[in-house]
């Protein structure tokens, strides 16, 4: 799963604050101690269960597959440190449409600003379901800004890559209140199409805080 480099992580890359902390671990800006760029630091401890260790390992994959995919949050490695996994992506300093909300007065978006938020994540929604992939978690916490005002979408740990572009997934995941019905039947039968509904569910968000 890492990238073969005869250099420690720490060598490499220098970790600076913590972004936010998650169920797998920690986000910290960080910087590439070669270029000097600026990045995410996805630090994830690996003395887990193995249900998560492969959840981890199937959202790296995914996130090699879609290093060339438009609004997607960029993929540039990940490497081993100890019982940790260091996974290197493209920082949003924007954060994200979530605490863009939380900072406004209103606790919501402004429609001329949802549109432009949106837009950009059709586009990755688009490219995605072609592929085929579900994103499974479209929520407001999950679309980012960077600093030039660059959309992504992220946060690619429950997606799932259908065999065809007809066939329909079974498995519950997700965020509980941006889920399509389908997905929460009894026995669930869904594809791409749970993500526009969820997607619906992120305008409601936006536009009602």
Known sequence: MA?????????????LDTIGKGAYGSVHKGVDLRTN???????????TSDD???????????LTQLR?????TKYYGCHLDGPR???????????SAY???????????????????????LVALSYLHKVPIIHRDIKAANVLVTAAGKVMLCDFGVSAVLATTSSKRNTLVGTCHWMA????????????????????IMIYEMVKG
């Open 99 to 121: 605490s863009l909300m939380k900072a406004s007065p209103s606790g919501c978006l402004e429609e001329k600003y949802i549109a432009i938020l949106l837009r950009e994540v």
């Open 181 to 200: 019905p389908e997905v929460v039947q009894t026995i669930p039968a869904y594809d791409t199409k749970a993500d526009i509904w969820s997607l619906g």
């Open 37 to 47: 760029q600026v990045v995410a630091l996805k630090i994830i401890n690996l003395d």
């Open 85 to 95: 996994v260091w996974i290197v992506m493209e920082l949003a300093q924007g954060g």
């Open 3 to 15: 990238t073969n480099n005869h250099l420690s992580v720490h060598q490499l890359y220098k970790r």
């Open 68 to 72: 060339d995919a438009p609004n997607i």
């Open 52 to 62: 998560d260790v492969d959840a981890i390992q199937h959202e790296v994959a995914l």
